[in-house]
């Protein structure tokens, strides 16, 4: 089943249980997604895009709540959460800490890197291995206290 697809029946039943935070985050899924798709191409879209597209908008409504908290809106900040939430649920399982660690090192240890200068080498082997399994922020934290 696409992407689009689970969208579409998961906003069914938010519209029937009337989850307003879970309607309002699946129909910006659903419009990045059309906007996706009509941004030139064949109209296609493959699982990497939906990834990053996924990834963007739970980053976009992290970045939020941290604004809306430093602004004691603590109501708009838990709702941007709630909608994170939803959004992650799309995503690929993701990896524990100690997973992600370990999948780093065997990337390390592939590309031979061995101090902090090879962190780009390693970073872009890492994005292509990981991506929507781990967030990218944590990636290159788990880079930068291996290499360092």
């Known amino acids: 089943m696409s992407l689009e697809t689970k969208i579409m029946d998961q906003m069914k039943d938010a519209m029937k249980s009337k989850n307003t935070i879970a309607l309002e985050a699946l129909r910006a899924m ?73 999948k780093i090192k065997e990337i390390i240890a592939e590309t031979g890197a061995t101090s902090a200068k090879d962190m ?7 994005s292509a291995q990981l991506a929507g399994k781990a967030e990218g922020k944590l990636v290159a934290e788990t880079v930068k206290k291996l290499l360092g």
Do not use: C, H, Y
Not at 73 to 83: G, I, P, Y
């Open 30 to 102: 659903k419009s990045e997604i059309l906007l996706l798709k009509t941004s030139g191409g064949d109209g296609s879209v493959s699982e990497s895009q939906e990834i990053a597209l996924l990834q963007k908008l739970i980053k976009q409504r992290k970045e939020a709540a941290e604004q809306f908290t430093a602004n004691s809106r603590n109501e708009l900040a838990e709702k941007e959460l709630a909608q994170a939430e939803v959004i992650q649920g799309f995503l690929p399982q993701q990896l524990s800490s100690e997973e992600l660690e370990a």
């Open 120 to 126: 780009g080498k390693v970073m872009g082997a890492a």
